[in-house]
Nanobody
Framework: QVQLVESGGGLVQAGGSLRLSCAASGRTFSRYAMAWFRQGPGKEREFVAVISGGVGITSYADTVKGRFTISRDNAKNTVYLQMNTLKPEDTAVYYC?????????????????WGQGTRVTVSS
């Protein structure tokens, strides 16, 4: 059974930083794409970042490019999202997800397992 557990959310002032973690189990972690999505108040779930299986190619939503960095530690079966220069519009519940393939994709329908989410609140 694949399980994903996020941590690291919280309350931060605009301009601050947070690092989210997602610990994975139940799958050969390094082979598969891992992604972060978020869902803000009254909004649909949206893509944030993805890292592919294998060589670890990354891709980002335009709204976070240059501010957020996704990375993975295969030895720890953990994927991270370093978030810098946070803005109030980054406020959301952040979810990590894993896909049954290596290529990174931005559509949530491509992912088969999800974590429970961790809340990030950015105050102005």
């Amino acid at each position: 059974q694949v399980q994903l557990v996020e941590s690291g959310g919280g309350l931060v002032q605009a301009g601050g930083s947070l690092r989210l973690s997602c610990a994975a189990s139940g799958r050969t972690f390094s082979r598969y794409a891992m992604a972060w999505f978020r869902q803000g108040p009254g909004k649909e779930r949206e893509f944030v970042a993805v890292i592919s299986g294998g060589v670890g190619i990354t891709s980002y939503a335009d709204t976070v490019k240059g501010r957020f960095t996704i990375s993975r530690d295969n030895a720890k079966n953990t994927v991270y999202l370093q978030m810098n220069t946070l803005k109030p519009e980054d406020t959301a519940v952040y979810y990590c997800a894993t896909a049954p393939f290596a290529v990174g994709r931005s559509r949530p329908q491509s992912y088969d397992y999800w974590g429970q989410g961790t809340r990030v609140t950015v105050s102005s």
